[in-house]
């Protein structure tokens, strides 16, 4: 996922695939499913995080 503006609606709307496709199977993709189950917008700026900046 080399192009930022993709992975940044991937991390909108799907931030635990954004998380996979980046990091792959680990404490990250964990801690985003965590964050996504508990609210939405902390899993989304997770995922921005993690993928975009």
């Known amino acids: 996922m080399d192009n930022k503006i993709i992975a ?3 991390a909108i709307f ?5 998380v996979y496709l980046k990091k792959g199977i680990g404490s990250d993709l964990v ?3 965590v964050l996504c189950l508990l609210m939405w917008v902390p ?3 997770h995922a921005i995080w993690l993928t975009v900046l």
């Open 8 to 10: 940044l609606v991937v």
């Open 31 to 33: 801690i985003n499913i």
């Open 43 to 45: 899993g989304v700026l």
């Open 14 to 18: 799907l931030p635990p695939v954004a």
